[in-house]
């Protein structure tokens, strides 16, 4: 049983640039949430997608954009990046609400911005 | 907000117990705690829901007391696996977003 896969496992961009990360759940789970993990730092929450929408959003500007997929994969979008978007962009997983089911994460993207 | 987690590092002797606090200053509805070790993936520990019951994984378990609008999580004579950084999360409603901690960094020695 295949966990959360995310892919690319690294990726360098430049300034300006935008970038797609993908991540394809758990078995069984219709709900993935997508966070932003600085080093030395708690993950902080992107955005949730269930049934193909953004059903929750935390506090990150309109270039972060993202998609969920019928097949419930989903993609997070980051347009005109910055410096400061350098982090470990993790994929978590789960069945339905996440405030009462376990969040499966993947071993994330690790993106450097120059 | 983002629940406050103390302290911010402990080091351990294998055997020795822990406790690691997390704090909110919003009611919540859950608490999940989770590790995670240097360069993979937090892996998923517990959830403890409003009603202030306890549970455990192992020798590690962990508390809420919704009045104080805190959990506690308890490393019980620790084993050198028990390394890693632990964070806990909090969601203030049901179907709410997950607030993780900034994480409590634990390094148990033989």
């Known amino acids: 049983d295949a966990g959360v896969t995310q892919s690319p496992t690294h990726l360098i961009k430049t300034r300006g640039q935008q970038v797609t990360l993908r991540c394809s759940p758990k078995s069984g789970h219709d709900t993935v949430s997508w966070y932003q993990q600085a080093l030395g730092q708690g993950p902080q929450f992107i955005f949730q997608y269930y049934e193909e929408e953004e059903r929750q959003r935390g506090n990150f500007p309109d270039r972060f954009s993202g998609h969920q997929f019928p097949n419930y994969s989903s993609e997070l979008n980051v347009n005109a990046l910055l410096l400061g978007d350098s982090a470990l962009y993790l994929c978590a997983s789960s069945e339905q609400a996440v405030s009462n089911q376990p969040q499966h994460f993947g071993d994330g993207t690790r993106l450097s911005i120059l | 907000q983002q629940p406050v987690q103390s302290p911010q590092a402990v080091i351990l002797r294998e055997g020795e117990d822990a406790v690691i606090n997390c704090s909110s200053s919003?009611?919540?509805?859950?608490v999940h705690w989770y590790r995670q070790k240097h360069g993979e993936a937090p892996v998923f520990l517990m959830i403890l829901l409003k009603g202030g019951e306890q549970k455990g994984h192992d020798k590690i378990s962990a508390s809420f007391n919704e009045k104080k609008q805190q959990s506690s999580l308890y490393l019980t004579a620790s084993q050198l696996s028990y390394s890693g950084t632990y964070f806990c999360g909090t969601c203030k409603a049901a179907g709410n977003k997950l607030t993780f901690g900034g994480g409590t960094r634990v390094l148990v020695k033989p």
């Open positions: 919003k009611a919540l509805y859950s």
